[in-house]
């Protein structure tokens, strides 16, 4: 993947990033997993708000970001703390397609996988090579922190794919990345072109740390471990920051072009053409992209099977309601759980507890998200119905400056479509 002829067409410098080491991929999950839990805690506990965590993080990354491509040559703090601010704003660009545009997950992961190729495609014809030990001039590295932004958009959507719209929960999505990753790198040991094992290692630690994060920082009765964001958020900037600091003083991660330490993780080791790599990357992906299209289509059809045959019907829920089986969403099913939730945060904003409220209506998130799968599979277009209601209910809450009356208004609303 790297022809001979390709050679820098600007000043050399330093490479800019560091040698891919067992160091690199543990820093790596800890700032997806922080790129996950410090969103929702920006969002939703201090009560940015999804813009408002946006834009914040948007300017963070800007000025890191230029600091990072200013500088000479690798340094660990500046380019992890780049990394950190990317998996956060690369979760948001992908929460807020999701949230305030409603674009489904599927499009947005089929979007921004075009987008990685399309930018892979740019790089390796300007370039000539995707290979990380080549990041010596201004255009490479622009190209290189294009691709890492495409990575961590595209791994939020394919994890909240498997997560939410395939209701495979946290530890199972997980387990399937791990299994994909573990293949990969068995792959890379028999011979697979290492920059393409490093760059699909790379998209799928996205969705795994931030599994990892949800499974700690969710309530225990929705599936999580009930840590919540703040000491999850904490205890991961603690390690990455204590990690950091050995690589400073260490600096076992820094490329040297003599460099003749073992070659110990996928992208570590120099570009070898002789792998056939454009061939391997066709196969591969191809490979990759029929086993994903068949274990969703399947996990799909369970979907729909499972609800059919769970579907609540006047004959099948005896003593409910007229109004609940005959409702315009009754075809969801039982939703007393999400009605509760929302009864709960009404009932605390009524009594002037709008932090209780803020704070109630995340469970609200969690639950209807945990539950889109088997949802969307009853009925796609009443789950969309209520689906924008519940996000109706999440932005007023949340707002910077929250308006009872909109709130009430809302929270109503909504009550009247859970039915």
């Not at 993080?57 to 992890?80: D, K």
């Not at 196969?283 to 769970?310: F, I």
């Not at 409910?320 to 969403?329: E, I, K, L, Q, R």
């Not at 209506?361 to 639950?367: F, P």
Request: net charge negative; hydrophobic share 50%; glycine share 10%.
């Amino acid at each position: 993947m790297s022809p001979q002829h390709a050679a820098p067409t600007s000043r050399t410098l330093l490479n800019k990033v560091p040698e891919v080491t067992l160091w690199f991929w543990l820093i790596k999950v800890l700032c997806t997993t922080v790129g996950e839990t410090a969103a929702d805690f920006l969002n939703a506990d201090l009560g940015f708000g999804l813009t408002g965590t946006s834009i914040l993080t948007g300017l963070l990354l800007a000025i890191v970001l230029a600091l990072q491509i200013r500088s000479a040559g690798y340094v660990p703090g500046l380019y992890w703390a780049t990394v950190t601010l990317v998996s956060v704003f690369g979760t948001l660009v992908t929460d807020n397609l999701t949230d305030n545009l409603g674009v489904p997950l599927q499009l947005s992961s089929v979007v921004f996988g075009i987008a990685l190729a399309v930018v892979f495609l740019a790089w390796y014809r300007s370039e000539g090579t995707l290979s990380i030990h080549s990041i010596v001039t201004r255009r490479r590295e622009t190209f290189y922190w294009l691709a890492i932004f495409v990575t961590f958009a595209l791994g939020t959507a394919t994890g909240d794919l498997m997560g939410q719209a395939l209701s495979l929960g946290y530890v199972v999505s997980a387990l399937v990345v791990i299994a994909v990753v573990a293949v990969i790198a068995l792959g890379w040991r028999l011979g697979l072109h290492p920059v393409l094992s490093f760059w699909i290692i790379y998209v799928l630690t996205r969705p795994l740390g931030a599994s990892l994060g949800d499974l700690l920082a969710q309530p225990v009765d929705q599936g999580g471990l009930g840590i919540g964001t703040t000491v999850t958020s904490i205890v991961f900037l603690v390690a990455i920051l204590g990690a950091v600091v050995y690589l400073q003083l260490s600096r076992v991660d820094v490329i040297d072009d003599d460099d003749d330490r073992p070659v110990t993780s996928p992208g570590a080791g120099r570009d070898d053409s002789s792998r056939h790599g454009l061939v391997q990357t066709a196969a591969v992906v191809g490979v990759l992209l029929v086993l994903g299209g068949v274990g969703y289509a399947a996990r799909v059809n369970a979907l729909a099977q499972d609800s059919g045959a769970t579907a609540p019907t006047a004959a099948t829920a005896p003593g409910a309601p007229a109004a609940v089986v005959a409702g315009p969403n009754a075809t969801l099913g039982d939703l007393s759980s999400f009605r509760t939730i929302t009864q709960d945060t009404l009932g605390l904003l009524e009594r002037g507890d709008q932090a209780g409220a803020t704070s109630r209506v995340d469970d609200l998130e969690t639950a209807w998200d945990q539950a889109q799968g088997r949802l969307q599979a009853r009925d796609s277009a009443a789950w969309t119905r209520v689906d924008g209601k519940v996000d109706t209910v999440l932005k007023t809450l949340r707002a910077s400056s929250p308006d009872p009356a909109a709130e009430t208004a809302a929270l109503n609303d909504l009550l009247a479509s859970l039915r």
